[in-house]
Nanobody
Framework: QVQLVESGGGLVQPGGSLRLSCTASGVIFSIGAMSWYRQPPGKQRELVATITSGRITNYEDSVKGRFTISRDNAKNTVYLQMNSLKPEDTAVYYC??????????????WGQGTQVTVSS
């Protein structure tokens, strides 16, 4: 099986920065697109950023210019560098990955989520 484990969340003041990491492990043959989602309190989960296996990136409008998604294919890891954080960025952040396993089954996997709180 495949597991995604996130880290790097926490409490930060407005204007501060955090870097989230998400590492995939298990019987992986290859990983396609990797994404970060977030779910603010009382709201639906929303897509924040996506990076393809060829490193093409796409961002939700409210985070453009503040967040940067990147990946290290050798480590099966995706990152989200978050700068100039605002209180409205407060949410549980989830990573997701399109994984082709070694038995050639393609499936989307999700991490367990990491809390990001932006508050003074």
């Amino acid at each position: 099986q495949v597991q995604l484990v996130e880290s790097g969340g926490g409490l930060v003041q407005p204007g501060g920065s955090l870097r989230l990491s998400c590492t995939a492990s298990g019987v992986i043959f290859s990983i396609g697109a990797m994404s970060w989602y977030r779910q603010p309190p009382g709201k639906q989960r929303e897509l924040v950023a996506t990076i393809t296996s060829g490193r093409i990136t796409n961002y939700e409008d409210s985070v453009k210019g503040r967040f940067t998604i990147s990946r290290d294919n050798a480590k099966n890891t995706v990152y989200l560098q978050m700068n100039s954080l605002k209180p409205e960025d407060t949410a549980v952040y989830y990573c997701a990955a399109d994984v082709l396993s070694r038995d050639y089954v393609r499936k989307d996997y999700w991490g367990q989520g990491t809390q990001v709180t932006v508050s003074s």
